[in-house]
Every structure is written in C-alpha cells, then in structure tokens.
C-alpha cells in the first residue's frame, strides 16, 4: 500500500469515529423515572449522598442502557445534574453549561 492510499485510509478511519455529543448521547426528552428505573436510580442517589433530589427527571443514554443523565431539583426550579450508572451505582456530577435542554419547569 503507498504511503499516501495509507494516509487517505487512516484519514477516513479517523473521521467516521466521532464521540457523540451530550445532546446525541441523551437524545430522549426528559421525564420522570418510571417503574424499576424509580427505584435503582434513586438508590444509587441514596448510597452516593446526594440530597438535593427532591424531585427528579432523566434522559437514557442512546448508547448504554443503564446510563442515565439526572436533574435533580429540591424545589421545582434550581436543578443540579448527575451522570448515574444504575449496574454498579455509581453518580458523577455534571456542570449544568454540559445540559442542553433544562428539565421542563425549571428556570
């Protein structure tokens, strides 16, 4: 293979593996948990401490099934947000600039 068939090659190999965007990853609109996702979510939210979860809305992941992004609210208004992986509970905080689309309700 020439230097430049190998060049153009790994140009293309390159381009078609993009990371997705938030907005591609979490391309569900926001709405509140229900069933099982009620409970696994809330117990990881639970065992990592976080309080400020009054009420609370998520968006699946498109690409892993048991990702969720989170908006947490005490109040209906100001929210703060959380990355949770219900498989093994782990919550990670996001900065709410990382949010595309604020929870409905909230200002």
């Not at 153009?8 to 993009?18: D, R």
């Not at 048991?66 to 509970?89: A, H, I, N, Q, R």
């Amino acid at each position: 293979m020439t230097p430049k068939i190998l060049l153009v090659s790994l140009f293309i190999l390159l381009a078609s593996c993009h990371e997705p965007t938030f907005s591609e990853r979490y391309n569900q609109q926001w709405r509140e948990p229900q069933g099982q996702e009620f409970i696994t979510i809330g117990r990881a939210l639970v065992k990592n401490d976080i309080r400020v979860c009054g009420e609370y809305y998520v968006r699946k992941s498109s690409l892993d099934p048991g990702e969720y992004v989170v908006g947490c609210t005490p109040d209906g208004e100001k929210f703060e947000y959380f990355l949770v992986w219900t498989s093994t509970e782990k919550v990670t905080p996001i900065a709410a600039t990382e949010i595309d689309i604020a929870p409905e309700g909230s200002k």
